[in-house]
């Protein structure tokens, strides 16, 4: 049985463009153009533009949808005005993790929800069969196409485009307005540690939205970039890639998300787990390392204590790692007892049968300058 993948609106343009296609999250995406490294040093250099049409777009609408929205998630959505968004986690009772997504304020009645591609039908069911009030949960996810630029010339890119109009955009608000002539939602968010904008566009204007932004920025070095660079970009900046660092068996503060969980605010979905948890204190915690010997710590491989005793129990596992392009280090994220496990602690990670050593460090592992 042959499976089959979606595509989004830019598939053949960027397959034109040199993209290595691959399966992810039902659809077919790109790994990669010039390469992971090269890719990773244009974003952090230059500007580089990602197709992440895959990601779900679920508006919640009507008269309840803030009491709504905001008991569905734990960050305090009240405290939003028009036109700003909020990063989020969405729990389930237990305290775990349904998703991490961006709540986008439209209006007091209109929101959109922009979810990851691979919990696309899980969120959507944990929405529709949690409906409170006069509500109505409509799912545009295969209708609009989003585009990430990114980047420190990424704002120059965007100008160039828009007369200067959305340079002042604060982070993390966003604005009804037009690209290469088509009708846009513009917000100044991302997923790189880097500066830039998601752009959200019909599907019919997505391919004249990405060449245009293309053509801008030619001389500025643009890149178009796949998910390869999306992946070391983000685990530079410590953000965290549901399934891997997060899902439903870990709660937002074991992740290190606990400014998202307002509990001080209204009541929320898994808000008493989350306030049994901080009263009794987490075991674990999700924290940074480097690798002090040579080794590259993939998901899922156990650490122990130390090197000295190989037979040790694990103490965690890993759930991001790989090379660092800007450090030129191999980094990652493991869950580890928070009580032993501060910045400078050495502990072994077992890869392929041998116990390698790393020790943990602050995150985020970069920050941009600016």
């Given at each position: 049985m042959v499976e089959k993948f979606l595509h989004s609106p830019l598939y053949d343009e960027l397959k034109r463009r040199g993209g290595k296609m691959v399966p992810f999250a039902g659809y077919q995406m790109p790994v990669q153009f010039a390469g992971i490294k090269a890719e990773h040093r244009a974003v952090r250099t230059a500007v580089g533009i990602f197709d992440v049409s895959h990601m779900g777009d679920i508006w919640v609408e009507g008269n309840d949808a803030l009491d709504y929205v905001d008991w569905l998630v734990t960050n305090d959505i009240r405290a939003l005005k028009d036109g700003q968004a909020a990063y989020t986690p969405m729990c389930l009772p237990t305290g775990g993790i349904v998703d991490d997504l961006l709540v986008y304020r439209?209006?007091?009645?209109?929101?959109?929800?922009?979810?990851?591609a691979a919990n696309h039908d899980k969120d959507l069911r944990h929405v529709q069969e949690n409906t409170r009030g006069r509500v109505t949960v409509v799912d545009r996810s295969y209708d609009t196409s989003q585009l990430a630029v990114q980047g420190p010339l990424a704002v120059d890119l965007l100008a160039r485009l828009t007369d200067e109009k959305y340079r002042d955009l604060a982070s993390f608000h966003f604005v009804q307005g037009t690209v290469a002539s088509r009708q846009c939602l513009i917000s100044r968010t991302g997923y790189t540690g880097e500066d830039g904008y998601e752009i959200?566009?019909?599907?019919?204007?997505?391919?004249?939205?990405?060449?245009?932004?293309?053509?801008?920025?030619?001389?500025?070095?643009i890149q178009p970039i796949g998910l390869g660079a999306r992946d070391t970009l983000r685990l530079e900046a410590k953000l965290c890639l549901y399934g891997n660092d997060i899902d439903d068996t870990t709660t937002p503060l074991e992740a290190g998300l606990g400014w998202t969980v307002k509990l001080d605010a209204g009541d929320?979905?898994?808000?008493?787990a989350l306030l049994k948890q901080k009263e009794t204190g987490i075991a674990r915690r999700l924290a940074?390392?480097?690798?002090v010997e040579k080794g590259i710590a993939r998901h899922g491989y156990p650490a122990?204590?130390?090197?000295?005793?190989?037979?040790a129990e694990p103490i965690g596992a890993v759930t991001s790692g790989?090379?660092?392009?800007?450090?030129e280090k191999n980094i990652g994220l493991v869950y580890l007892p928070k009580k032993g496990y501060k910045v400078g602690k050495p502990f072994g990670i077992v890869?392929?049968?041998k116990v390698v050593r790393a020790k943990v460090v602050k995150t985020p592992f970069y920050k941009r300058s600016q």
């Amino acid at each position: 049985m042959v499976e089959k993948f979606l595509h989004s609106p830019l598939y053949d343009e960027l397959k034109r463009r040199g993209g290595k296609m691959v399966p992810f999250a039902g659809y077919q995406m790109p790994v990669q153009f010039a390469g992971i490294k090269a890719e990773h040093r244009a974003v952090r250099t230059a500007v580089g533009i990602f197709d992440v049409s895959h990601m779900g777009d679920i508006w919640v609408e009507g008269n309840d949808a803030l009491d709504y929205v905001d008991w569905l998630v734990t960050n305090d959505i009240r405290a939003l005005k028009d036109g700003q968004a909020a990063y989020t986690p969405m729990c389930l009772p237990t305290g775990g993790i349904v998703d991490d997504l961006l709540v986008y304020r439209v209006r007091e009645d209109s929101f959109l929800l922009v979810v990851n591609a691979a919990n696309h039908d899980k969120d959507l069911r944990h929405v529709q069969e949690n409906t409170r009030g006069r509500v109505t949960v409509v799912d545009r996810s295969y209708d609009t196409s989003q585009l990430a630029v990114q980047g420190p010339l990424a704002v120059d890119l965007l100008a160039r485009l828009t007369d200067e109009k959305y340079r002042d955009l604060a982070s993390f608000h966003f604005v009804q307005g037009t690209v290469a002539s088509r009708q846009c939602l513009i917000s100044r968010t991302g997923y790189t540690g880097e500066d830039g904008y998601e752009i959200y566009c019909d599907n019919t204007d997505a391919v004249a939205v990405f060449n245009t932004l293309m053509d801008a920025g030619e001389d500025l070095g643009i890149q178009p970039i796949g998910l390869g660079a999306r992946d070391t970009l983000r685990l530079e900046a410590k953000l965290c890639l549901y399934g891997n660092d997060i899902d439903d068996t870990t709660t937002p503060l074991e992740a290190g998300l606990g400014w998202t969980v307002k509990l001080d605010a209204g009541d929320f979905c898994g808000k008493e787990a989350l306030l049994k948890q901080k009263e009794t204190g987490i075991a674990r915690r999700l924290a940074g390392f480097e690798m002090v010997e040579k080794g590259i710590a993939r998901h899922g491989y156990p650490a122990i204590p130390d090197a000295e005793t190989p037979d040790a129990e694990p103490i965690g596992a890993v759930t991001s790692g790989g090379p660092s392009p800007t450090l030129e280090k191999n980094i990652g994220l493991v869950y580890l007892p928070k009580k032993g496990y501060k910045v400078g602690k050495p502990f072994g990670i077992v890869i392929r049968g041998k116990v390698v050593r790393a020790k943990v460090v602050k995150t985020p592992f970069y920050k941009r300058s600016q």
